[in-house]
């Protein structure tokens, strides 16, 4: 697995944020400041003390600031993308639904039998509720595990395959807009709305519209139909929580229940979660890949190298 460093990810997230600040301009949107606070609280500390880790280290236990690092980083690195998912929704056009529910009924899914299943069973809701919301908590606590029990590395490239998987999710969500399975196939007159509800279809509009021109971070919407970024994220946990003996079980056993939930509590296409679980798979795959290939042309013979 390729080594990601502590140098690597702040350039990223760095990098990712003045790209992000540059869109802002572009386009006159503007991030709430107020809503901005606990980020800021949570990025700044550790940004100004990255410069100077060695010295840090002096002074505070090496797997505290591993923790506190990497929490902030991949606190960035979520807000930079939730804040470029409205960004890249302002540039979409029309609405791909209809494909998306063609694919759903070519393999056979009834999305309207399945929220009608946990509809009808008010225990059910209220699990998959909690399993759907879990990406806001898991993810972190992976993380803090990993840091705090000396696996910092791991952290590192859980945070990079988080992050390539959040940038392939914007990249495919510009071509595949979607208002959701919910009003595709129900409608807003439905008897149970779910965890996403259809919130998000007033705020592409307004943003297409040019109506929408701040963006409260304490108010995010989730947007992207296709692919499933909870879909994506649960994989992505499995994988980076696997090492943890102690925590595997139940952080596998929550991830896959919010994998079952994100169809309907998502009012995701069945294609959304499948697409999302792709580029987890991509993402993971990447951080595997790349140092083989690297190797591979280190041991190519002189002739077959590049001049």
Request: hydrophobic share 60%; proline share 6%; glycine share 6%.
């Amino acid at each position: 697995m390729v080594a990601v460093s502590r140098s690597l990810l702040w350039q990223c997230a760095v990098s990712c944020s003045l790209l992000v600040a540059l869109g802002l301009m572009i386009t006159g949107i503007r991030v709430d400041p107020g809503s901005a606070t606990p980020l800021l609280m949570t990025v700044l500390p550790m940004a100004l003390i990255a410069p100077f880790r060695p010295w840090a280290a002096k002074l505070a236990p090496v797997r505290l600031l591993d923790t506190l690092e990497c929490v902030a980083l991949l606190s960035l690195l979520v807000a930079v993308g939730a804040v470029a998912s409205y960004l890249v929704a302002l540039t979409t056009t029309g609405w791909v639904d209809d494909r998306l529910i063609s694919i759903d009924r070519a393999m056979g899914f009834d999305w309207r039998a399945a929220y009608g299943f946990v509809a009808a069973r008010p225990m059910l809701r209220w699990v998959a509720k909690l399993a759907y919301l879990s990406i806001f908590t898991s993810p972190t606590l992976v993380l803090i595990v990993l840091a705090w029990t000396g696996r910092a590395p791991r952290a590192r490239a859980f945070i990079a395959a988080h992050t390539l998987a959040l940038v392939v999710t914007l990249v495919i969500f510009w071509w595949f807009p979607a208002r959701s399975a919910l009003l595709a196939t129900v409608g807003s007159d439905s008897g149970y709305m779910p965890t996403t509800g259809i919130g998000h279809v007033a705020v592409i509009e307004a943003l297409r519209a040019g109506k929408l021109t701040s963006i409260d971070l304490a108010h995010l919407f989730g947007l992207i139909t296709f692919p499933s970024f909870h879909a994506a994220s649960a994989l992505l946990v499995i994988w980076a929580v696997y090492p943890l003996r102690f925590l595997r079980i139940p952080i596998i056993a929550l991830n896959l229940g919010m994998l079952l939930a994100t169809p309907v509590e998502g009012t995701h296409y069945l294609i959304d979660v499948i697409g999302g679980l792709g580029v987890a798979v991509l993402a993971i795959a990447s951080l595997y890949l790349l140092p083989a290939m690297m190797r591979a042309r280190l041991e190519a013979p002189a002739h077959l190298q590049p001049a």
